[in-house]
């Protein structure tokens, strides 16, 4: 199939092509036709698929071919509702690539910074919102945006938006949305709470999936460092020998955890930075700016951070740790071998990780490629699935018992201040 058969725009084409798409991603031959002849859709798909042409192309359309009056400024016609700032700043930015040759406008909100630019260019006039739901509410509260001019609404990564909680800001919206609209839902995965939310916003969806979690992208090439956990950090300088890994993006399950592997990296000059949750965002982007520019060579993400993050041709993923929901995984190496480019990922296990490791071959059914001969081989005993689970329950017992003392300790010293508070 081409984009031509797709019945779009001309100036939609046009602008397709300057991106260099040849053919339509899955998701993308899809949905299409189905947004365009006013279905309301229930889209399974990850980041990495098209997805996000896959509704701003046929939105775009929409949007050109309504007459709209003339007079007076842009109304806000289309809505778009992520969770995370990163992706709503690369869907506005594939909007803005794809409007290149229509006139229609866009801009972006997301909480974490002031919000006096954004203000400015909502009162300027857009077509298009893309939007976190928190800044969204609180502009709407103050006055700032109105939704009556709706008349499509994606809500996008439904799933994480439930696993970040914006469940009831998302409720709050739904009451301010003409009811008169198209409506589109984006999920990676579809569990019953996932399923129950799409009943309350879609009308009769047509349903469309590409890519459920299990199945890794055929273009990612795996493999699988086993070493111990004291060994990890002279691997990994081992493996940024490899003068072909030219960038990589490095997952680390905690956040203090990123950060040391920036502080370690750059004492060995590798330019590294992180982006986690206690980054600004102004940091954030500006980490993610001197990846995209080749300024750094190694950036360090968490799980939520790196979540919708999109870098053209990225090759190289590492996992620094092995996760412990194999999900989790599939979602990390999705960011590397994006739509039919090169992909290879690398993953760092200790020990304690080898049952993990085994759970993440089981969810994709196949054996991840042991990387054989590297100078730091697992040789402290890994641990088999039953006395992981021992380990597990004895590493939170005595976390509970470090509280546990904490608290009695703290009551103690509480009790004397109190007393000495009557005397
Ligand atoms: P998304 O899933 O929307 O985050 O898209 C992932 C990446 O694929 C982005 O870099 C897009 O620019 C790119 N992309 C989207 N559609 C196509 C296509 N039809 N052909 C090639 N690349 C595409």
Redesign the pocket.
């Not at 798409?21 to 991603?25: D, G, H, M, V």
């Given at each position: 199939m081409k984009f031509e058969d797709l019945n779009l725009d001309p100036s939609l084409l046009k602008a397709v092509a300057d991106?260099n798409?040849?053919?339509?991603?899955a998701i993308?031959a899809q949905a299409i036709p189905l947004i365009l002849k006013n279905n309301d859709v229930l889209g399974t798909a990850q980041?990495?698929?098209?997805?996000?042409?896959a509704f701003a192309l046929p939105i775009l359309h929409h949007l050109v071919n309504e007459k709209t009056h003339n007079n007076g400024r842009k109304k806000i016609r289309a809505l778009i509702v992520t969770p995370t700032r990163e992706l709503a700043i690369?869907i506005a930015e594939?909007f803005t690539d794809y409007s290149k040759y229509n006139g229609i406008k866009n801009t972006v909100i997301f909480g974490g910074v002031k919000q006096m630019k954004q203000v400015k260019r909502l009162e300027a006039g857009v077509d298009v919102l893309v939007a976190t739901p928190g800044r969204l509410l609180d502009l709407m509260g103050q006055g700032y945006i109105s939704l009556k001019d709706v008349g499509y609404f994606v809500l996008d990564e439904a799933d994480r938006m439930l696993d970040m909680g914006f469940i009831h800001d998302i409720k709050k919206l739904l009451e301010k949305l003409p009811k008169q609209r198209q409506s589109l839902f984006f999920s990676a995965t579809l569990p019953d709470s996932i399923l129950k939310l799409s009943n309350t916003i879609l009308h009769n969806p047509k349903k469309v999936a590409v890519h459920q979690v299990s199945t890794t992208a055929e273009t990612i090439q795996q493999s699988i460092y086993y070493t111990n956990k004291h060994d990890k950090n002279d691997l990994l300088l081992h493996i940024l020998k490899d003068k072909k890994i030219e960038q990589i993006l490095l997952f680390s399950r905690t956040k203090r955890g990123a950060d040391k592997i920036v502080k370690r990296l750059s004492k060995q000059n590798i330019k590294a930075a992180a982006i986690h949750g206690d980054k600004s965002q102004p940091q954030r982007q500006k980490a993610l700016q001197s990846f995209k520019n080749y300024d750094i060579r190694v950036l360090v993400a968490t799980d939520i951070a790196a979540r919708g993050i999109?870098i053209?041709k990225l090759t190289y993923v590492l996992n620094y740790d092995i996760p412990n929901e194999p999900e989790t995984y599939v979602h990390r190496i999705g960011r590397c071998g994006?739509?039919?480019e090169d992909g290879v990922s690398l993953s760092i296990c200790e020990p304690e990780e080898n049952v993990y490791a085994r759970d993440i071959e089981k969810l994709i059914k196949k054996q991840i490629k042991e990387v054989k001969g590297h100078p730091f081989p697992q040789t402290d005993k890994p641990m088999n699935a039953k006395e992981k689970k021992e380990f597990e329950k004895e590493k939170n017992r005595k976390k509970q018992e470090f509280f546990a003392n904490r608290k009695k300790k703290r009551n103690a010293a509480g009790g004397n201040n109190n007393r000495n508070n009557r005397r």
């Open positions: 991106q798409y040849t053919e339509p991603t993308q980041t990495g698929t098209g997805k996000t042409a690369q594939n999109d053209d994006r739509a039919g």
